[in-house]
Nanobody, 120 residues
Framework: QVQLVESGGGLVQAGGSLRLSCVAS????????MGWFRQAPGKEREFVGG????????NYADSVKGRFTISRVYAKNAVYLQMNSLKPEDTAIYYC?????????????WGQGTQVTVSS
């Protein structure tokens, strides 16, 4: 059974930092994309960033570039999201996701989500 488990969410003041972790189990994702999405109340789920393709290129949404950093440890089946200079508009449930194979454009596995709340 494949599982993606996120951790590290919480409440932080604007300008603060949080680090989210996602560890996958049940299969290896060494040949898969892994990334992060978020969904704010009343909004659609959006792509935050991810490790994409065989080369593990890191892509980011424009809204988080320069503030968020994604890293990946293949040996641990893990992906991380370091969030700095957080803003109230970053408040959302953050989801980890993975694909069956890299570069398909499809996200096949999802975590349960972790809440991030940024107070002003």
């Amino acid at each position: 059974q494949v599982q993606l488990v996120e951790s590290g969410g919480g409440l932080v003041q604007a300008g603060g930092s949080l680090r989210l972790s996602c560890v996958a189990s049940g299969r290896t994702f060494i040949n898969s994309d892994m990334g992060w999405f978020r969904q704010a109340p009343g909004k659609e789920r959006e792509f935050v960033g991810g490790s994409i393709g065989s080369g593990g290129i890191i892509n980011y949404a424009d809204s988080v570039k320069g503030r968020f950093t994604i890293s990946r440890v293949y040996a641990k089946n893990a992906v991380y999201l370091q969030m700095n200079s957080l803003k109230p508009e970053d408040t959302a449930i953050y989801y980890c996701a993975a694909s069956n194979w890299y570069d398909t454009g499809k996200w096949d596995y999802w975590g349960q989500g972790t809440q991030v709340t940024v107070s002003s």
